[in-house]
């Protein structure tokens, strides 16, 4: 038997919450401090609500009993250090109502495309059958208000529901298209296309036969394929159509909803917290944590004052147990707003164009370059600047947004990926629409701007704005 010795990395249980709470963000620290609030007694949040003009009524008050208890005949009324009313509410009648009322939020849920449809099927005078088929198209649809299911499909799923419920009837598409002509009907008009077209011909079809140019939509429709290649002179050809009936057929074209199910898509707005505010005073950049998502912790100084270093009773100990535990939880906080604070002051002092001129300002920036001035591992980095966000006056951003790759330009310099979007995005917003850029283009562009990229590079950072092509982008008319 002989004797090894090795070299081990452990964390210890501080190390490890330290570590955990770095990684989380605002919201699931707050839940944290208040899960080690309600499990540890000496752990105590700090109350801002100590008013001095209280300290001085209370010295009055007890001066004033104390002079009363002297007296030959104590009066009727002395004072007290609470009033009835700070303990019961009193209400004399039932018709009364509080100064200020709790009030639940009332708020009503936005009703879903699905719903709104049900509640016009379950109105028709269908059959079970029809109704049955009527479900399923409805479930069948996206969330743009197309049917996103073959009738084939539709009808199998219809055929196997009515054989689970015992039902001998046969179901055959021409029926579902029957059911799904008159879905296509009801409110929003178009609802249950297979397609744009389709989506916009339905629409078309209950507008007013007098409608200006209401025929010339119709031909358009025919040749879809035509007008989104913005093929023009196939187009004219192929309909029959001048320019000024081509132009007065899009403008009819343009006041249908092309998406009939976008109105009923939730809408709500999910806010997010700062963790960092960054403001300008006196020509300088100053970063301060947000005050409204630092907890103010303290040790409970009632139970710590029953903690005694001779007593070895299990409650003392447990006291003595808690107590290490919440200055662990402290310091931790503490750790974790010091990096905060740290890496945040780096990335401002890297990103002061995009503060100063916006997005087209933004430098180029890795983890490691932070993780190398601030002297934290990149793991480290990568965890105080996830789910964490810098309000500034360019707007609230994700700490992760500072961070993007460099392409190097022809004076031998680097810029920032964010940066070259940025330029991407305004060369299109200022293009001639008749004659739009293309990749090429918009490469010998940036070149001219000393930004050497490719082709193929501009086009990838194009789709990652979700812009179009430049035959996509053309508008003829």
């Given at each position: ?17 330290a570590?955990r ?21 000496l ?14 009524t ?29 303990v019961?509410?009193h ?15 009332n ?37 743009k ?19 689970s ?12 298209s ?31 036969v ?11 429709l025919?040749?879809y394929?035509l ?17 000024d009936?081509l132009?007065?057929?899009l ?27 960054v ?6 950049w ?17 139970y ?35 990096t905060?604070?740290?890496v ?14 916006g ?26 600047t ?21 392409v190097?330009?022809?004076?031998g ?65």
């Amino acid at each position: 038997m002989g004797l090894k010795i090795a070299n081990s990395l452990s964390l210890t249980p501080q190390l490890q919450q330290a570590i955990r709470l770095l990684q989380l963000s605002s919201l699931e620290l707050e839940q944290e401090i208040q899960l080690q609030l309600d499990s540890n007694p000496l752990l105590e949040e700090v109350e801002e609500q100590i008013i001095t003009e209280n300290l001085s009524t209370i010295d009055v008050d007890q001066q004033d009993l104390t002079h009363a208890l002297n007296a030959d005949h104590l009066p009727d009324d002395l004072p007290v250090d609470t009033d009835w009313d700070d303990v019961y509410t009193h209400q004399p009648t039932s018709l009364s109502a509080a100064d200020f009322e709790e009030r639940e939020d009332n708020r009503q849920r936005q009703q879903s495309l699905q719903e709104h449809m049900l509640e016009q099927i379950n109105l028709l005078h269908f059959s079970k059958v029809d109704q049955l088929i009527a479900y399923c198209i409805v479930d069948s649809l996206d969330n743009k208000g197309f049917l996103d299911t073959d009738i084939a499909e539709i009808t199998a799923s219809v055929q196997q529901l009515l054989a689970s419920m015992d039902y001998e009837e046969v179901v055959e598409e021409d029926e579902v298209s029957v059911v799904l002509k008159h879905i296509q009907r009801l409110d929003p008009v178009g609802v249950g296309a297979r397609n744009l077209a389709e989506c916009l011909l339905i629409q078309l079809e209950g507008v007013a036969v007098t409608t200006p140019c209401r025929q010339d939509a119709i031909k358009l429709l025919q040749h879809y394929e035509l007008l989104i290649s913005n093929e023009l002179p196939k187009l004219i050809k192929q309909t029959g159509l001048n320019q000024d009936q081509l132009r007065c057929a899009l403008d009819l074209l343009k006041t249908l909803k092309p998406y009939p199910g976008q109105e009923f898509e939730d809408k709500t707005c999910n806010y997010q917290i700062p963790d960092v505010v960054v403001r300008k005073k006196n020509g300088r950049w100053h970063v301060a944590l947000n005050p409204d998502v630092m907890p103010k912790l303290r040790l409970n100084s009632f139970y710590s004052n029953m903690i005694r270093r001779a007593d070895q009773s299990e409650d003392n100990q447990y006291l003595r147990n808690q107590m290490l535990e919440a200055k662990n939880f402290i310091k931790s906080i503490d750790e974790r707003h010091k990096t905060l604070l740290k890496v945040a002051c780096c990335i401002v002092e890297h990103q002061k164009a995009f503060l100063e001129i916006g997005v087209e300002g933004m430098k180029p920036l890795v983890l490691r370059d932070i993780a190398e001035e601030v002297e934290l591992h990149e793991s480290t980095v990568s965890r105080v600047t996830t789910n964490k966000f810098m309000l500034t006056p360019r707007g609230l951003f994700e700490l992760k947004y500072f961070f993007s790759s460099h392409v190097s330009t022809t004076s031998g310099g680097e810029a920032s990926s964010t940066a070259i979007r940025a330029k991407i995005k305004k060369l299109i917003a200022e293009e001639n629409v008749r004659k739009p850029l293309s990749d090429n283009a918009i490469a010998s562009l940036l070149k001219e701007d000393g930004i050497d990229v490719a082709r193929r590079t501009v086009a990838k950072y194009r789709e990652s704005l979700h812009i179009p092509s430049s035959s996509e982008r053309k508008v003829l008319i």
